[in-house]
């Protein structure tokens, strides 16, 4: 079915045929109507294009979501369920700056540069403040992102933490995307009519539009980011404690006089400690998972475990805009 699936203020997920205008219908009535046994009917509409009624808050793009709330949850990664419970308890006033959480999409076209494995002996702060050493080739990245916004703020927050904080914030999609490159590239050139400046970076705008797993993956996997509620307030509080602790070091230590010749430099990257252990947690545990499923696997015995790396096709020539590169 041609047409957009629109998140309503009164939360419900509704359909707009692309051939009625004047009609929505909600979604969970079309897959009663015509496939109410289907239990992936609303895989038909993640690449629909979404809308987003004005009024309409996260708790409402939540409830709206409910009764495909397995499928998500598995296609996301991420316990759909809890947080849509969550949203239904009662809480006290925002304190939280942010007046509405804002959907866009952008893309960075930065220099590519050489990564070498961190030594054996090397700590994290050397490693990161190593000199840089560029190719020939850029990194390119195109993502939609979910992000809190304040009127007048040129900031954008993050909307992971206490989900009570941001419930009640009303949803907007941005209708432009950005390409950011870095100005020191003069990749785009500012003397052409719609390249801008900021800072260090140059952009340009664009028209765009959001699919339905757009909009989810913007919501739970870059703006929530965390699997469930629990993760993200149990986050949130180590944070503010570390944030404590890093206002009493700042308080004992005396000022730092710098050189003025110094201050073009670029400020050396500084590793706090403990800062990466979290991560490193969460890779100690998905190794363990990961090894756990393969002695599984091989017990189970009924497919062959390929051992050893596996050699990739690969293009006998690479084609780039009618450049012949050979590989």
């Not at 993050?158 to 995307?177: A, F």
């Not at 140059?202 to 699997?227: H, K, P, Q």
């Not at 696997?297 to 062959?304: D, S, V």
Request: with cysteine; glycine share 6%.
């Amino acid at each position: 079915m041609e047409g957009n699936l629109i998140f309503c203020s009164d939360a419900i997920l509704r359909f707009q045929s692309a051939y009625d205008e004047t009609t929505a219908v909600p979604l969970l009535s079309i897959q009663n109507a015509i496939a109410s046994t289907d239990p992936f009917f609303l895989l038909r509409f993640f690449r629909h294009d979404v809308l987003i009624e004005e009024g309409t808050t996260l708790a409402s793009i939540f409830l709206a979501i409910e009764p495909w709330t397995a499928l998500l949850a598995a296609y996301l990664n991420s316990d759909v369920g809890a947080y849509i419970d969550e949203v239904r308890k009662p809480s006290g006033p925002a304190t939280w700056a942010i007046e509405w959480i804002g959907i866009d999409r952008h893309s960075s076209v930065y220099r590519a540069y050489q990564h070498e494995e961190m030594g054996e002996e090397e700590d994290l702060t050397s490693y990161f403040n190593r000199e840089r050493i560029p190719t020939e080739e850029f990194d390119i990245e195109t993502r939609c992102d979910a992000s809190g916004f304040a009127k007048g703020d040129k900031e954008r927050w993050s909307i992971s933490g206490d989900i009570h904080e941001i419930k009640n914030l009303p949803v907007i999609l941005y209708n432009k995307q950005v390409m950011v490159t870095s100005s020191k590239e003069s990749l785009l050139n500012q003397k052409v009519s719609g390249v801008k400046s900021a800072g260090h970076s140059r952009f340009v705008y664009g028209d765009t539009s959001f699919s339905f797993s757009d909009v989810m993956e913007a919501i739970f996997t870059s703006g929530l980011f965390f699997y469930a509620p629990e993760d993200a307030a149990s986050s949130l509080t180590t944070l503010k404690a570390s944030l404590e602790e890093l206002k009493d070091e700042l308080t004992e230590e005396p000022a730092v006089v710098t050189d003025d010749n110094e201050s073009d430099k670029e400020p050396a990257i500084i590793i706090a400690e403990g800062a990466f252990d979290s991560v490193t947690t969460q890779m100690e545990s998905e190794t363990e998972e990961w090894h756990a499923i393969k002695s599984l696997c091989h017990r189970e015995g009924t497919l062959p475990v390929r051992i050893g790396r596996i050699k990739m096709a690969e293009p006998p020539e690479l084609r780039l805009c009618g450049e012949i590169v050979q590989g």
